[in-house]
């Protein structure tokens, strides 16, 4: 079955937070929501679905949806409730913080059909946590997860890169967690948005947006680690958007639309260096051939050859061949020399 989410964005509804680097307004590009509109956003969704070779679910993204006024969250619950009595969708999923998490609230979320949340946990470092201005501890979070899981939903832990205050150990110590925490993820780098405390800070020099070169390594870092714990990524980066290349909307933080591929690329050269030296292949001067998972030829060789290019004038290889294979998996990739 093919899985659709049909995506309902709640701009800042319900959230009395104003995290510096958020401006829900300008990444939705809508600043008005009315809950009365959700129901035909779902008709018109499940018009254009094929229902019977597609499993489907309502994901309320945006804001904080367990903060929403409760008789705003139970008409949004219900409104999509009454596509899963129909059959029409499977379930619900919805995003929120780990401080709007509790047993009655995950008691409501049950009752109405939610399967997965996501958790904007951003980082799970205190003191970045406080730069930023999130209001919860990384202790709020970890004990929302533990609570989320115990109540038997699928969880997904939402982090980003390059936030202030944070590094790349801080990040990897949050991706770590993030892996014994959650079903899996999604990774953010920072981009730095307009009419943001983020933006004023960057404009001070209180905060140094990352360069896309930082911004892939330390992505591909994270990645590696939730790849090595076979834990899933389910998206790298904000959705691409035409608001996103609008100098008016975006100051800075480099916002690339293929940064998840980039950090994929950067993880199977990070792979491929690996097993070189752990393996202690002689490669001069020869034809190395990787065997990679089925589809990821482009990935391997990289955006522009980046890969190839590399691995051919560091090592000195003479050839790079690259052949799909059904058994490996994930950036388990092999090698051999011709
Ligand atoms: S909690 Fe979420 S919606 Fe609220 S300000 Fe922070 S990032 Fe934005």
């Known amino acids: ?37 959700v129901d035909s956003i779902i008709k018109n969704a499940l018009s254009t679905i094929d229902k019977e070779s597609t499993e489907t679910e309502v994901a309320f993204f945006g804001g904080s949806f367990t903060g929403i006024e409760r008789s705003d969250m139970l008409y949004l619950l219900e409104t999509a409730h009454k596509y899963i009595e129909s059959g029409e969708i499977k379930s619900i999923r919805l995003s929120t913080r780990p401080d709007y998490i509790d047993v009655e609230i995950l008691s409501i979320l049950k009752k109405y059909g939610v399967k997965t949340i996501e958790l904007g946990l951003q980082s799970m470092d205190d003191a970045v946590l406080s730069v930023t201005k999130r209001g919860h501890t990384s202790k709020c979070a970890i004990e929302s997860c533990k609570l989320i899981k115990q109540e ?19 990040e990897l110590h949050t991706a770590n967690l993030i892996c014994e925490l959650c079903d899996g993820a999604r990774i953010y780098p920072t981009v730095v948005l307009r009419e943001t405390e983020l933006c004023q800070m960057a404009k001070t020099g209180g905060y140094k947006p990352l360069t896309l070169e930082d911004a892939i390594m330390r992505t591909g870092e994270a990645l590696a680690v939730f790849a090595g714990k076979g834990k899933q990524v389910i998206r790298i980066g904000l959705q691409s958007g035409d608001e996103l290349y609008d100098p008016d909307v975006v100051y800075g933080g480099d916002y690339h639309p293929a940064i998840g591929e ?25 034809t190395l051939v990787i065997y990679c998972p089925i589809g990821c030829t482009s990935k391997v ?7 190839k290019i590399k691995l051919i004038n560091n090592l000195n290889i003479k050839y790079i061949k690259v052949v799909e294979k059904n058994d490996v998996i994930d950036y388990n990739i092999e090698l051999s020399i011709l």
């Open 1 to 37: 079955m093919k899985h659709v989410n049909i995506p309902v964005f709640i701009p800042h509804l319900g959230c009395p937070n104003d995290c510096v680097f958020c401006n829900q307004k300008r990444i939705s590009g809508t600043s008005s929501f009315h809950k009365e509109d």
């Open 152 to 170: 038997g939903f699928t969880l997904i832990g939402q982090m980003m890169i390059g936030l202030p205050g944070s590094n790349l150990e801080k």
């Open 262 to 286: 980039l950090a994929e690329n950067y993880v199977f050269y990070k792979k491929i260096c690996e097993k070189i030296e752990k393996e202690k292949l002689d490669v001069s001067g020869k």
């Open 301 to 307: 060789i990289g955006q522009k050859k980046s890969n």
